[in-house]
Nanobody
Framework: QVQLVESGGGLVQAGGSLRLSCAAS????????MGWFRQAPGKEREFVAV????????YYADSVKGRFTISRDNSKNTVYLQMNSLKPEDTADYYC?????????????????????WGQGTQVTVSS
């Protein structure tokens, strides 16, 4: 298991930007595939973005493609989610997660159940 701590959430107007950060513990962060998920009130947790440890390939939900960017700094054990052109429908609790079992020879995994460790979440509210 790895400990994850998110930060950077807050209240922003529609069209604005926020950058979420997720700091991870442990010496093997570079070997973790990292993802961002979100959960709005009354809804299921949904995939937002993932960055694989092998090759740094990124994947995005269609709803955020072109607006959000996931990145990682292995020297700081941190993964980021840059969110631009925010919309009210982006309002949710955002969680980072680590997939400790990812490997280059398997398809990318995007379901919450595939991720092993989770942060406590950070709230993002976008006002119209």
């Amino acid at each position: 298991q790895v400990q994850l701590v998110e930060s950077g959430g807050g209240l922003v107007q529609a069209g604005g930007s926020l950058r979420l950060s997720c700091a991870a513990s442990g010496p093997t962060f570079a070997r973790y595939t990292m993802g961002w998920f979100r959960q709005a009130p009354g809804k299921e947790r949904e995939f937002v973005a993932v960055i694989r440890w092998s090759g740094g390939t990124t994947y995005y939900a269609d709803s955020v493609k072109g607006r959000f960017t996931i990145s990682r700094d292995n020297s700081k054990n941190t993964v980021y989610l840059q969110m631009n052109s925010l919309k009210p429908e982006d309002t949710a609790d955002y969680y980072c997660a680590a997939d400790l079992g990812d490997a280059p020879w398997i398809p990318v995994r995007l379901r919450p159940a595939d991720f092993d460790s989770w942060g406590q979440g950070t709230q993002v509210t976008v006002s119209s």
